[in-house]
């Protein structure tokens, strides 16, 4: 049979290579430097009708491990198999020292363990992403799989040498977003995790003074799930501000303002009331707290407080006023402005007591949860109130530029189209203010348009989160009832009862 002359490497696995003439078969070496990497250890001679008895033998009688132009490497309990001038390409990467330094001992030092007998490289790393690797000495461009965690393989690359950089722009690209998105993420996971964090564990009292009775007062006043009264104070504490709420409004009725105790209304009496239950209760969480500075920057903490301080400050100008009317003469102007200053200001500080509905939200998870969102979505609400008023300050002009001309028209200025405009991106439409020609009609149906298209962008971002923290919270809050074990059943512990008492009266005298 003719010999077979050397045939041309290519991408197939299952290639062999001929022998040359007479039959015999190429020297080791030869295919070694003739090889490329795909190629260098699936190799097998070529079996034919010459050498059929020999078929299945290594016939270069050298052990494929102990070949000295390949790397045999075990990367997480997998072996590998590696052309020496693959990794001296880059000399800079662990595999290329490994494959161009002399040394032995500094080859050690590069992988957790060798094999004498094998002459193997054994590394302690993830074997999936070293395919990866191996594909980068292959064609000198690191392939990024999407399924990949971007933590563990930016820790991979880095202990092989190899730089980010040596990716393609589309996935270095792809890859870089999915690393800020997983960022952003363990940043909002971080600060759930804060927000959920109980301030009663024993290590938090540890040393303290009086630390187990100042961690029965802050269970009692700051955990409702600790036991039966601290849910019923948490019940009473929902309550005195819902009725602090309701004697708000109602103070301002004047129907109501001949109800007098005292020289007082009702109304201020029972604001007293409920003013003197929120001292207590900010006073005693104070002095339980095993963090003080912690507490004083917890913002439901910083809402007590600011429904406490108007009452306080209003008696303070109160006294001010009172004072400057026992001393104020009629020909003193000054004072009299001074009196003026001091009932405006007190009106402010009156309406500042508006922010005790705030206070609910100790006490709820959705106000929780919608707070959370706020704080974590500022970025897209910002950007929706900038879109906002991009459009008021362009359908403004727009409108005015048409409508200035018509006799009679409320477009007198962009200033006052300012109010229409914004009415109209929020499609609430008044209807105090119109346009009267055709193309003043046609620029309020592009703001309505354009209100209707923005208010509907951030819906969807908003309310995923805002599912997602609001069921983070509430299985917190759940775990912590079933932990505690306090859980009060009224519906069950109503039937219990209505049980034994049938029972007992169904019982026949003795």
Request: proline share 3%.
């Amino acid at each position: 049979m003719q010999g077979y002359a050397e045939r041309r490497s290519s991408l197939s696995a299952n290639l062999k290579i001929g022998s040359c003439e007479h039959g015999t078969s190429m020297d080791a070496g030869i295919w070694d430097h003739s090889l490329p990497f795909a190629q260098a250890s699936i190799v097998k001679p070529w079996s034919s009708s010459h050498n059929i008895g020999a078929a299945g033998s290594n016939v270069t009688g050298i052990p494929a491990t102990k070949n000295c132009f390949s790397l045999n490497i075990n990367v997480g309990g997998k072996a590998f198999q590696m052309d020496c001038r693959l990794a001296a390409r880059y000399p800079v990467t662990r595999l290329g020292k490994l494959a161009t330094w002399a040394d032995p001992v500094k080859k050690l030092d590069l992988c957790d363990d060798f094999s004498v007998q094998r002459n193997e490289y054994f590394f302690d790393r993830d074997p999936m992403i070293f395919h990866c690797i191996l594909h980068f000495y292959r064609s000198g461009v690191l392939w990024i799989m999407d399924e990949l965690c971007p933590t563990n393989f930016v820790e991979e690359i880095e202990y092989w040498g190899i730089n980010l950089s040596c990716s393609e722009k589309c996935c270095r690209t792809l890859f870089m977003e999915h690393q800020d998105e997983l960022k952003d993420y363990l940043k909002i996971q971080k600060e759930l995790q804060v927000e959920l964090e109980p301030l009663d564990q024993e290590e938090h009292f540890e040393g303290q003074w009086l630390g187990e009775f100042r961690k029965k007062i802050w269970n009692l006043m700051e955990n409702p799930f600790s036991s039966v009264p601290a849910k019923i104070l948490a019940v009473m504490s929902s309550i005195f501000v819902l009725l602090s709420i309701v004697a708000m409004c109602l103070s301002t009725v004047e129907e109501l303002h001949h109800l007098r105790i005292n020289g007082k209304s009702c109304m201020e009496h029972v604001e007293t009331l409920c003013v003197i239950f929120f001292s207590v209760e900010y006073l005693l969480r104070l002095i339980a707290t095993a963090d003080l500075r912690k507490f004083l920057k917890t913002v439901l903490n910083i809402v007590d407080l600011v429904a406490i301080l108007p009452f306080y400050i209003q008696i303070i100008f109160e006294h001010l006023s009172e004072d400057a009317d026992i001393h104020l003469h009629h020909n003193d102007m000054d004072k009299m402005e001074r009196v003026g200053q001091l009932g405006k200001v007190l009106k402010i500080i009156r309406l500042m007591r508006i922010f005790r509905i705030l206070k609910l939200a100790r006490h709820s998870t959705g106000l929780r949860a919608f707070g959370f969102t706020i704080r974590q979505c500022y970025q897209q609400v910002c950007c929706l109130f900038l879109f906002i008023a991009m459009g008021v300050f362009t359908f403004s002009a727009l409108m005015h530029s048409v409508e200035h001309d018509v006799p009679g028209t409320n477009f007198t200025s962009i200033p006052v189209a300012w109010w229409w405009a914004a009415v109209s991106l929020s499609t609430v439409g008044y209807g105090d203010t119109v346009p009267d020609t055709a193309l003043g009609r046609v620029v309020a149906f592009l703001c309505i348009s354009f209100g209707i298209i923005l208010n509907g962008m951030p819906i969807s971002i908003l309310y995923n989160k805002f599912s997602d923290f609001y069921a983070k919270l509430k299985a917190q809050e759940s775990a912590t009832t079933i932990k505690s074990g306090t859980e009060i059943r009224f519906k069950a512990r109503a039937m219990k009862k209505l049980v034994e008492c049938c029972f007992v009266a169904s019982d026949p005298p003795r």
